[in-house]
């Protein structure tokens, strides 16, 4: 049994209805499932091997969904690639997954073209909506558009539970971007289990307002609503208004979300004044903490009740859902039924229930380990308990408190950034001597980095120079807002930088600056 | 005189290197996100008094993007 047998089924069980669904453009169950045989059959034509990794490149469109299940169905492991990622952060990535095939669009082809020497092993490009067809094409390309209008046979492979499907790229404490790998048993498991405690159905109308290259995005609008037949509506690019008109037209009955979303669409809500919501059924929010104000004013002005997830790429992604029956708002809610949680202090011993620890998960949905990286994966998957790197508890009920971070992360609208990665690159500055990097509040996002750093003795540069320098090298996101230069960073009694002390320093207005 | 009025708005709000032209791209030269774009049109349609949908501000690539809708705006009376 593999993830995409989810379509499959769904194919022959409501043939002509629509599965997929952007601005005027659908297209039914049985032609997808169609188009997904053809791509997988034109994959395999064109080389790609059981197993070989496939990097999708892709924006919110349909195509993500033709590619994502066509990639599983030939066999492959899809390589989500974040579209804002720059040319050094990509040719990590290719190098790391040794990917074979890429799936993009016209618009990063020059990119692509740009790295394509330095990653030898990526032998085809496929590339949708290619100006001009197929006509007269290098040999690596081959247009996307060809291979869906080629008719195959349905393609059935020998797939095991614990094939690999997806080798996610999550930012790591290390620096560099890791691989998590999950079977197609994870992912199924995952969706099976979320769809239960969420009450997910097949009649539900589903929005897609999440990026489809982060992991919640293509559990919670892809494969958990293609398994039961749903409908799903793809919006390419989060726009407040937009998606507020979309729910009302189209009769929109679960959405996922980023808190930073539900923020905009709060704010948004007000200028508009007039909405209707009537058919909205289910809202989860995962990825950060959901404020409990936002929260709050969801449930007294709008009469919408958002339901907090949570758990990391790592588990699939989801662990932890509040059911709409019993919601706690302030907690993620219990672990998935056949999910286990346990919260372990410094020498990995459990501890008494409501102590605060390192929150562990064990179960179906837990990865198989990173890629290339078994040290890394034997010192987070201990005995199968996945050690996730929040701090939090566990109340009476079983439901889980995400409170804190072990690690050093920021989030930034949902999406991960460890400062780490954002420090090596600073470092790379010819002018920076120190530097560190921590997260502030921002409205929008929830959280934004904000660098500060030394200079090298008898050096000057602003601090845009170095806003710039990051831009060229990390993807905006991951990008401080604001870069402070001062004399001299706290350090600690061996010398280390004292990231406690600075961010005391920041909010009290005490540090020196240059 | 809309871009000497576009780059008042998007020097309060983001940092670039070179000059403001027409060709300059939102994501790849501004460095903006998803919540950046929002609040830059906001700022241009109080600037210019003209009103961009969503679906028009689904299709902006470049400031030239941007330079046209507020012209067919204008001209439509906001």
Same mark, same amino acid.
């Given at each position: 049994?593999?993830?995409?047998?989810?379509?499959?089924?769904?194919?022959?069980?409501?043939?002509?209805?629509?599965?997929?669904?952007?601005?005027?453009?659908?297209?039914?169950?049985?032609?997808?499932?169609?188009?997904?045989?053809?791509?997988?059959?034109?994959?395999?034509?064109?080389?790609?091997?059981?197993?070989?990794?496939?990097?999708?490149?892709?924006?919110?469109?349909?195509?993500?969904?033709?590619?994502?299940?066509?990639?599983?169905?030939?066999?492959?492991?899809?390589?989500?690639?974040?579209?804002?990622?720059?040319?050094?952060?990509?040719?990590?990535?290719?190098?790391?997954?040794?990917?074979?095939?890429?799936?993009?669009?016209?618009?990063?082809?020059?990119?692509?073209?740009?790295?394509?020497?330095?990653?030898?092993?990526?032998?085809?490009?496929?590339?949708?909506?290619?100006?001009?067809?197929?006509?007269?094409?290098?040999?690596?390309?081959?247009?996307?558009?060809?291979?869906?209008?080629?008719?195959?046979?349905?393609?059935?492979?020998?797939?095991?539970?614990?094939?690999?499907?997806?080798?996610?790229?999550?930012?790591?404490?290390?620096?560099?971007?890791?691989?998590?790998?999950?079977?197609?048993?994870?992912?199924?498991?995952?969706?099976?289990?979320?769809?239960?405690?969420?009450?997910?159905?097949?009649?539900?109308?589903?929005?897609?307002?999440?990026?489809?290259?982060?992991?919640?995005?293509?559990?919670?609008?892809?494969?958990?609503?293609?398994?039961?037949?749903?409908?799903?509506?793809?919006?390419?690019?989060?726009?407040?208004?937009?998606?507020?008109?979309?729910?009302?037209?189209?009769?929109?009955?679960?959405?996922?979300?980023?808190p930073a979303?539900y923020t905009?669409l709060l704010?948004?809500?007000?200028?508009?004044?007039?909405?209707?919501?009537?058919?909205?059924?289910?809202?989860?929010s995962?990825?950060?903490p959901l404020p409990r104000e936002i929260s709050r004013e969801f449930k007294?002005?709008?009469?919408?009740?958002i339901?907090?997830?949570?758990?990391?790429?790592?588990?699939?992604?989801?662990?932890?859902?509040?059911?709409?029956?019993?919601?706690?708002p302030?907690?993620?809610?219990?672990?998935?039924?056949?999910?286990?949680?346990?919260?372990?202090?410094?020498?990995?011993?459990?501890?008494?229930?409501?102590?605060?620890?390192?929150?562990?998960?064990?179960?179906?949905?837990?990865?198989?380990?990173?890629?290339?990286?078994?040290?890394?994966?034997?010192?987070?998957?201990?005995?199968?308990?996945?050690?996730?790197?929040?701090?939090?508890?566990?109340?009476?009920?079983?439901?889980?408190?995400?409170?804190?971070?072990?690690?050093?992360?920021?989030?930034?609208?949902?999406?991960?950034?460890?400062?780490?990665?954002?420090?090596?690159?600073?470092?790379?500055?010819?002018?920076?001597?120190?530097?560190?990097?921590?997260?502030?509040?921002?409205?929008?996002?929830d959280?934004?980095?904000?660098?500060?750093?030394?200079?090298?003795?008898?050096?000057?540069?602003?601090?845009?120079?170095?806003?710039?320098?990051?831009?060229?090298?990390?993807?905006?996101?991951?990008?401080?807002?604001?870069?402070?230069?001062?004399?001299?960073?706290?350090?600690?009694?061996?010398?280390?930088?004292?990231?406690?002390?600075?961010?005391?320093?920041?909010?009290?207005?005490?540090?020196?600056?240059? | 005189?809309?871009?000497?009025?576009?780059?008042?708005?998007?020097?309060?709000?983001?940092?670039?290197?070179?000059?403001?032209?027409?060709?300059?791209?939102?994501?790849?030269?501004?460095? *903006?996100?998803?919540?950046?774009?929002?609040?830059?049109?906001? *700022? *241009?349609?109080?600037?210019?008094?003209?009103?961009?949908?969503?679906?028009?501000?689904?299709?902006?690539?470049?400031?030239?993007?941007?330079?046209?809708?507020?012209?067919?705006?204008?001209? *439509?009376?906001?």
């Amino acid at each position: 049994m593999a993830v995409d047998r989810f379509l499959r089924s769904s194919a022959q069980r409501v043939p002509t209805k629509t599965a997929v669904a952007c601005e005027d453009f659908n297209i039914s169950y049985s032609s997808l499932d169609q188009e997904v045989d053809n791509l997988a059959g034109g994959l395999l034509k064109s080389g790609l091997a059981h197993q070989g990794k496939v990097g999708v490149l892709l924006g919110n469109t349909p195509d993500y969904f033709r590619s994502y299940f066509a990639i599983l169905r030939s066999g492959g492991i899809i390589v989500p690639i974040n579209p804002l990622l720059k040319a050094n952060e990509l040719i990590h990535i290719f190098k790391d997954a040794e990917i074979t095939h890429l799936i993009t669009t016209e618009r990063f082809l020059p990119l692509i073209e740009n790295i394509r020497p330095q990653v030898p092993k990526l032998q085809k490009v496929v590339v949708t909506q290619l100006a001009g067809g197929q006509d007269s094409l290098p040999e690596h390309l081959i247009c996307f558009e060809d291979l869906l209008a080629e008719k195959y046979d349905p393609v059935f492979l020998e797939i095991q539970e614990d094939d690999l499907a997806a080798c996610l790229y999550t930012s790591g404490t290390s620096g560099k971007p890791k691989g998590a790998l999950l079977s197609h048993g994870n992912l199924m498991f995952d969706a099976l289990q979320s769809i239960k405690r969420t009450t997910m159905n097949s009649e539900d109308r589903h929005l897609c307002i999440l990026p489809l290259f982060h992991s919640f995005a293509q559990m919670s609008c892809m494969v958990m609503p293609i398994s039961l037949g749903g409908c799903v509506r793809i919006i390419p690019q989060f726009i407040p208004g937009l998606v507020i008109k979309e729910i009302e037209d189209h009769s929109i009955s679960f959405l996922c979300a980023v808190p930073a979303m539900y923020t905009a669409l709060l704010s948004a809500l007000t200028k508009i004044g007039t909405y209707d919501f009537s058919s909205l059924r289910i809202c989860v929010s995962g990825g950060a903490p959901l404020p409990r104000e936002i929260s709050r004013e969801f449930k007294t002005k709008y009469r919408l009740e958002i339901l907090e997830g949570n758990g990391p790429t790592e588990t699939s992604p989801v662990a932890y859902v509040n059911p709409p029956e019993a919601n706690k708002p302030g907690s993620v809610g219990p672990p998935l039924d056949e999910v286990m949680v346990k919260i372990v202090d410094d020498n990995d011993l459990e501890v008494s229930q409501g102590e605060i620890g390192e929150i562990c998960v064990k179960g179906g949905n837990v990865m198989q380990g990173y890629l290339n990286l078994p040290k890394v994966t034997a010192e987070v998957l201990k005995d199968g308990w996945l050690h996730t790197g929040d701090l939090g508890k566990v109340d009476e009920d079983g439901y889980v408190y995400i409170l804190d971070r072990k690690k050093d992360m920021i989030i930034v609208g949902g999406l991960n950034v460890y400062p780490r990665e954002v420090e090596e690159c600073l470092y790379k500055h010819p002018k920076v001597l120190e530097a560190a990097v921590i997260g502030t509040h921002d409205k929008e996002r929830d959280e934004v980095p904000k660098a500060y750093v030394v200079l090298k003795p008898d050096c000057e540069t602003d601090s845009k120079e170095i806003l710039l320098y990051c831009r060229k090298n990390l993807a905006n996101y991951k990008c401080p807002r604001t870069v402070v230069i001062l004399n001299k960073l706290p350090k600690n009694s061996s010398g280390k930088i004292d990231k406690k002390r600075l961010k005391e320093e920041e909010s009290f207005g005490l540090l020196e600056v240059n | 005189m809309i871009l000497e009025r576009l780059k008042t708005i998007v020097d309060e709000h983001l940092i670039y290197e070179g000059d403001l032209t027409p060709e300059t791209r939102m994501v790849e030269d501004l460095g *903006a996100d998803s919540f950046d774009i929002p609040l830059l049109i906001d *700022a *241009a349609e109080q600037e210019f008094n003209v009103l961009i949908s969503d679906q028009e501000l689904l299709k902006i690539r470049t400031i030239g993007d941007l330079i046209s809708l507020i012209n067919k705006n204008e001209e *439509a009376g906001g």
